[in-house]
């Protein structure tokens, strides 16, 4: 499918205005946020620099509605090179200056997607690459075929018998296996999770674990994504029951020069969680 074809996804900015020697972040969220995901950064940065929030594919929408927002072309979402590409046509529109730099901060699937930019010709514009949470590879992995594989089916739900039996059983979906202590939930506490309203999060929005799984269950593997080339900041949440990075991808970092990984005793959304502690890390990190 041709990048003709794809939607132009939109670019949230903050902070100062756009000039050659204004630092730079671009921002990268994943499931199941937009740009208020970072509100504490945006916060912090708003004096010393220019902000560029990218969300998912349609993930931009507030207020979503339970209907599915995808385009007759892609009623299923998008592969992993099709986001990537979307992702990357977006931050050159956003800072169409091919020698500005800037510093890339990504957090969930923003997270997967952001050591694919980093690896495309775009890569060269980076100075620095900070991920929360979602590292390469994976530990404790049987926590995460529940809930991947349950957004994955809602969303076929969705596709196929339509968006309000999708929306019912997505809502108690989220509360069995994120919120709930039992065999399958993770215990997230409300409050530490996305600041994205509850009724804003649709079905819809598993789209990115469809795509993965039917290509696992098709017999595709998903696409290993490198290691960055330029220095990383890794911030991980340690309560969580599962690992979203393998021990070698903390080897990794531990032995290459410039990069470092933090891991705090709290969940999966660390910057909304831990705000202060979070952006003194970055600041430390960007300086």
Same mark, same amino acid.
């Given at each position: 499918?041709?990048?003709?074809?794809l939607?132009?996804?939109?670019?949230?900015?903050?902070?100062?205005?756009?000039?050659?020697?204004?630092?730079?972040?671009?921002?990268?969220?994943?499931f199941?946020d937009?740009?208020?995901?970072?509100?504490?950064q945006?916060?912090?940065?708003?004096?010393?620099?220019?902000?560029?929030?990218?969300?998912?594919?349609?993930?931009?929408?507030?207020?979503?509605?339970?209907?599915s927002?995808?385009p007759?072309?892609?009623?299923?979402?998008?592969?992993?090179?099709?986001?990537?590409?979307?992702?990357?046509?977006?931050?050159?529109?956003?800072?169409?200056?091919?020698d500005?730099?800037?510093?890339?901060?990504?957090?969930?699937?923003?997270?997967?997607?952001g050591?694919?930019?980093?690896?495309?010709?775009?890569?060269?514009r980076?100075?620095?690459?900070?991920?929360?949470?979602?590292?390469?590879?994976?530990?404790r992995?049987?926590?995460l075929?529940? %809930? $991947?594989?349950?957004? !994955?089916?809602?969303?076929?739900?969705?596709? *196929?018998?339509?968006p309000?039996?999708?929306?019912? /059983?997505f809502r108690?979906?989220?509360?069995?296996?994120?919120?709930?202590?039992?065999?399958?939930?993770?215990?997230f506490?409300?409050?530490t999770?996305?600041?994205?309203?509850v009724?804003?999060?649709?079905?819809w929005?598993?789209?990115?674990? %469809? $795509?993965?799984?039917? !290509?696992?269950l098709?017999?595709?593997?998903? *696409?290993?994504?490198t290691f960055?080339?330029?220095? /990383?900041?890794?911030?991980n949440?340690?309560?969580?029951?599962?690992?979203?990075?393998?021990?070698?991808f903390?080897?990794?970092?531990?032995?290459?020069k410039?990069?470092?990984?933090?891991?705090?005793d709290?969940?999966?959304?660390?910057?909304?969680?831990?705000?202060?502690?979070?952006?003194?890390?970055?600041?430390?990190?960007?300086?």
């Amino acid at each position: 499918m041709s990048s003709s074809n794809l939607p132009a996804l939109t670019a949230v900015t903050f902070g100062k205005p756009l000039k050659p020697q204004t630092p730079i972040l671009v921002f990268l969220s994943g499931f199941p946020d937009d740009h208020r995901v970072w509100c504490h950064q945006i916060e912090a940065f708003k004096d010393s620099h220019h902000m560029v929030c990218i969300a998912a594919p349609h993930f931009d929408q507030q207020g979503a509605s339970s209907k599915s927002p995808m385009p007759k072309s892609h009623p299923t979402g998008y592969t992993m090179d099709e986001t990537v590409d979307m992702i990357v046509a977006c931050i050159k529109r956003a800072l169409p200056n091919k020698d500005q730099k800037f510093d890339l901060v990504t957090h969930d699937w923003g997270a997967y997607w952001g050591y694919f930019v980093a690896s495309s010709k775009l890569g060269k514009r980076i100075n620095k690459m900070i991920a929360f949470d979602i590292g390469i590879g994976f530990g404790r992995t049987f926590w995460l075929l529940p %809930y $991947q594989l349950g957004f !994955a089916f809602l969303f076929w739900i969705g596709i *196929t018998f339509g968006p309000d039996l999708a929306d019912s /059983l997505f809502r108690f979906f989220i509360r069995v296996t994120l919120i709930d202590v039992g065999p399958l939930g993770h215990g997230f506490k409300l409050e530490t999770m996305s600041p994205r309203p509850v009724d804003e999060i649709r079905w819809w929005m598993g789209w990115p674990y %469809y $795509q993965m799984w039917k !290509a696992i269950l098709g017999g595709k593997q998903p *696409t290993d994504a490198t290691f960055p080339s330029m220095p /990383l900041l890794f911030i991980n949440g340690k309560k969580k029951r599962v690992d979203f990075h393998s021990e070698l991808f903390l080897k990794k970092i531990n032995d290459t020069k410039g990069c470092k990984q933090i891991g705090y005793d709290c969940y999966h959304w660390i910057m909304w969680e831990l705000p202060t502690e979070s952006i003194k890390e970055m600041k430390e990190f960007l300086d």
